[in-house]
């Protein structure tokens, strides 16, 4: 299968992996062939990209980071605590919380079996979602890429339980934001960027009085938007201020934010995600959890065109565990001439390097 851009498919290509909503439901199944109708379709929904049947990469499988089960049970219970806090009044705000902590500390713990089990790099690229499910998706993710760093750091069971918990609730607070303000598709107005940012603050209100769960994850909510060198909110804290759990849930949460489809913009692939993170290195992050961040998830995911600095072409076949930026290639092309497929294993290859990365299907 090959990674592709959805607006560059054309009519009679075959689908190779099948698409589901943020609810689980079939968008469209595997070995459909994507008439123009379908492939509007799915640029309307926010699917910037798929996979699609190619002879040369058949064999590639994208492999699940976590099972459609497990992901559809976890956002189901991300959304209904966050409705149900939603509709409740303030008063009882904090006892919904407590309602639903058991089953939000059961969900960290399948993650956290699923992703040491997964024996491979973590990968959501394919995950879709629609704009109105983009709060409880994004914590979703968050979580995992939180969780990842942090068992790549050897944080405890313990420790990694209230990461869980900060990653999972570091929004709660968006709840009291205006849903107009929240999926508007133009620039926020200053004002309005100031409601946004007012969600942190009322995160940490919110948690802090819920009985169930430790301060520390009230705190997640607090700070997952603070930086380093001090320029971020609520409170401009810098350095040793942070708590570690917030600076690993602040890189989660930039990367999802940057690498999934919004209703301003469009998603960037993984590696460009990353690019964003090490400009932010010693100023924003934290540079050892960056580099963990980078060990834990795969850069160049399965499937994906890319172009390396000798000028072969060719597709991501498989990850290299802890060498994200290093994956092994199915060569396809040299010198602009279409070849015999073989493997390239960048591991081994070290003065190889991908400079380039391609989603068109163009002529091939």
Do not use: W
């Amino acid at each position: 299968m090959r990674l592709v851009e959805t607006a560059s498919v054309q009519s009679g290509t075959i689908l190779a992996k099948t698409i589901y909503n943020e609810k689980g439901q079939v968008l469209v199944s595997e070995d459909v062939e994507l008439k123009a109708q379908i492939i509007e379709r799915l640029i309307s929904l926010g699917i910037t990209y798929l996979y699609i049947k190619d002879k040369h990469t058949d064999d590639i499988i994208y492999k699940n980071s976590i099972s459609d089960k497990l992901r559809k049970e976890s956002l189901q219970t991300i959304e209904g605590t966050f409705t149900q806090f939603q509709k409740e009044s303030k008063m009882e705000t904090a006892f919904v919380i407590e309602k639903s902590t058991k089953q939000l500390k059961n969900i960290i713990r399948q993650l956290l079996d699923e992703i040491k089990n997964n024996g491979d790099l973590l990968s959501l690229l394919t995950d879709i979602f629609s704009y109105d499910q983009y709060t409880f998706t994004h914590s979703f993710h968050v979580t995992l890429y939180s969780l990842a760093i942090g068992l790549e750091l050897k944080l405890s069971p313990k420790e990694l339980e209230i990461l869980g918990l900060g990653a999972i609730l570091h929004d709660i607070g968006k709840m009291n934001v205006p849903s107009e303000i929240l999926l508007k598709p133009g620039k926020l107005t200053k004002s309005e960027f100031e409601v946004v940012k007012k969600h942190s603050e009322d995160g940490f209100q919110i948690l802090r009085n819920v009985t169930t769960i430790p301060l520390l994850v009230a705190h997640c909510a607090y700070q997952h938007h603070e930086r380093i060198n001090g320029s971020g909110y609520p409170r401009g804290i810098s350095g040793k201020e942070i708590h570690r759990y917030g600076k690993i849930i602040a890189v989660a949460d930039v990367f999802d934010a940057v690498t999934s489809n919004r209703i301003y913009r469009r998603a960037m692939l993984p590696h460009a995600g990353l690019e964003i993170l090490y400009s932010g290195v010693g100023n924003l992050f934290e540079t050892h959890i960056v580099e963990a961040f980078r060990r834990s998830v795969a850069i160049y995911p399965v499937g994906l065109t890319v172009e390396l600095n000798d000028g072969r072409k060719g597709v991501v076949s498989k990850q290299n565990v802890g060498l994200s930026d290093r994956p092994i290639i199915r060569i396809l092309e040299e010198k602009g001439r279409v070849v015999k497929p073989y493997e390239l294993n960048l591991a081994q290859e070290l003065s190889t390097m991908i400079v380039n990365c391609d989603t068109t299907l163009g002529n091939r």
